[in-house]
């Protein structure tokens, strides 16, 4: 049997397992939702009594100059190399490509909860990079964001950025991506030149660029955020929305 070949059926194993789990799974994950609804539900409403208790003003709420996990993020992207908005070693076999839009809330809990395993694990080894692509989905407002984080790539911050507005990220539509809000998101991403990016994240280059990499994202059938797509010596295949980050570090480990 080819490399090619036996690549193909450890795929089509991997597809026809997930298959068998995804209905279980489908139910389970309905479940939870309801579940979760419900306690979002109470949450929101503590959240509003203790807002107005306070006189309506929440410092943690997101979408604010007042900007949280600053350490966290220096110490989660340190020493990994950088190059625009990819996050690796540029000689890493495998490129796991993400589609994302900053506002968007999912792409908010992939950032937080999945690909920190990702980037400790196969891209800390140097086996794998990643490389993040805007998707411009949620509003007018996630163009200057995006090319926001261009220009804080074109200095070798473009991660710090793009991990440091997840975390800070507001209420998507709200009009919460302000130019203050950029700015301190740059501020705290520790962009070198302030001057130069302010100039750099408005010029046509970046903006075209984030259109450019938004109908690739539609080129490749993607119709939510974020998306992925791998790609190495193995093989290529568009992953979209994964369920878990070993779905993603399958994909790494067949495209080597």
């Known amino acids: 049997m080819s490399g090619k070949q036996e690549r193909e059926r450890r795929r089509q194993e991997r597809i026809r397992a997930q ?3 995804k209905e279980d799974q489908h139910r389970r994950h309905r479940v939870q939702l309801m579940t979760a609804a419900a306690f ?3 949450v929101v ?3 509003l009594v203790v807002a107005v208790s306070q006189g309506g003003s929440s410092s943690s709420a997101g979408g604010d100059t007042n900007l949280e996990d600053v350490g966290l993020v220096e110490g ?6 950088q190059h625009g908005t990819i996050l690796g070693e540029p000689s890493a076999k495998v490129s796991l490509i993400e589609f994302g839009d900053l506002q968007c809330p999912i792409c908010k809990a992939f950032s937080e909860e999945v690909l920190p395993s990702v980037i400790s694990g196969s891209v800390s080894r140097g086996e794998a990079k990643i490389d993040f692509r805007n998707y411009t989905i949620i509003s007018q407002q996630s163009v200057p964001a995006g090319a926001a984080a261009l220009a804080a790539g074109e200095q070798g911050r473009g991660w710090n950025f793009i991990d440091l507005f997840y975390r800070n990220q507001g209420e998507e539509r709200s009009g919460y991506v302000t130019d203050s809000f950029l700015s301190a998101i740059a501020r705290g991403a520790k962009v070198p030149d302030l001057a130069r990016w302010n100039k750099e994240r408005k010029n046509r280059r970046l903006l075209g660029e984030v259109a450019r990499t938004t109908r690739e994202a539609e080129a490749h059938g993607f119709e939510g955020t974020p998306s992925f797509f791998v790609e190495g010596p193995g093989g290529s295949e568009a992953i979209g929305t994964p369920e878990s980050m070993e779905e993603l570090e399958v994909a790494i480990q067949e495209a080597e």
């Open 19 to 21: 298959a068998q789990a």
């Open 40 to 42: 979002i539900g109470i």
């Open 45 to 47: 409403v503590v959240i």
């Open 76 to 81: 989660q992207l340190a020493g990994i190399p």
